[in-house]
DNA sequence: TTTAATGT
């Protein structure tokens, strides 16, 4: 009797198993990197991540995720369009040595430590050193340092003005409100500004800044700030406060996408400064003047 | 008790 003869398609079956075992598998561990991602995120940011209003070529960007912070970052801009962190009162606030600058090698354009040597740009932290370092501790910090986490900011600012917004976050709101979710991030000039593609090396520079704190909780309250790169660095804090729709209008981005249409538009909409104590500290003076 | 950073 001859051997019987498989049939092609009995030959295809364990071809087609061991296809089917392959794919369950990539599906169960994508399944895993992804729960496993969304509760990272989930701890460092406050009804979801920024999101985009419409999609652009501009608009691709991917998140990066470190240790006490995560950043939106853009390979178009060759920069981080967001950072978002939660801050909380600690007690002992005493943080390490300023670690030193480095390369974040998951941008793959080289932004190095020197990048902006000579500019007249000073390499401003998004995702603060001190607030990151006091509450998250060192790991955080040096994290803090990564280039990813830079912006090409103007000395007068950096150092004066959006060090005494630092100062008065994790100094004077996080004691007083408990925990924070920050957003933090630049705005970029439109197509027609003047100074519109302006860069330092490949990273392109900001007109201005924005940063939005808010209370977490089932009344969530939020106050927010646009700062310009030219200041003098000793105005009063209170005069840059925003809506957070009106950051949303300059970036294109969407805060807090998780959060119902009604509650946006309260939280949002509105300039409410009642709560913060923001005119006892909006004057304050800078560490460094 | 020093939280920003450059240039020397």
Aim: aromatic content about 10%; charged content about 25%; hydrophobic content about 45%.
């Amino acid at each position: 009797m001859p051997p019987r003869r498989r049939s092609a398609v009995s030959r295809l079956r364990p071809l087609m198993r061991r296809a089917a075992i392959a794919v369950l598998f990539a599906a169960v561990g994508s399944g895993l990197w992804y729960a496993e991602e969304r509760e990272v995120r989930d701890g460092l940011s406050w009804m979801g991540v920024p999101d985009w209003q419409r999609l652009t070529p501009l608009s691709l960007h991917r998140v990066l995720r470190n240790d006490g912070y995560l950043v939106g970052w853009s390979d178009v801009r060759v920069s981080p369009l967001w950072v978002s962190y939660r801050l909380a009162a600690v007690g002992d606030a005493r943080i390490g040595e300023r670690p030193g600058f480095r390369r974040d090698w998951r941008t793959l354009w080289p932004v190095t430590p020197d990048s902006y040597l000579g500019s007249g740009y000073d390499r401003g932290h998004l995702a603060p050193n001190y607030a990151i370092a006091a509450v998250h501790g060192r790991g955080a910090q040096r994290d803090t340092f990564l280039m990813s986490n830079m912006v090409p900011q103007r000395p007068s600012l950096n150092r004066r003005l959006w060090q005494r917004l630092e100062e008065v976050v994790i100094d004077r709101f996080v004691p007083r409100v408990g925990a924070l979710q920050v957003i933090a991030g630049p705005v970029f000039a439109s197509r027609f500004q003047q100074g519109a593609l302006h860069r330092v090396g490949l990273v392109e520079v900001p007109v201005a800044f924005y940063k939005i704190l808010v209370v977490p909780g089932a009344r969530p309250r939020a106050l927010a700030f646009v700062m310009p790169q030219a200041v003098s660095g000793d105005e009063p804090l209170d005069r840059f406060v925003v809506s957070i729709d009106r950051i949303e209008a300059l970036t294109g981005l969407d805060f807090f996408p998780h959060l119902p249409a009604a509650a946006a538009d309260v939280l949002e909409g509105r300039v409410e400064t009642d709560g913060w104590g923001l005119e006892a500290v909006a004057r304050l003076p800078g560490r460094f003047d």
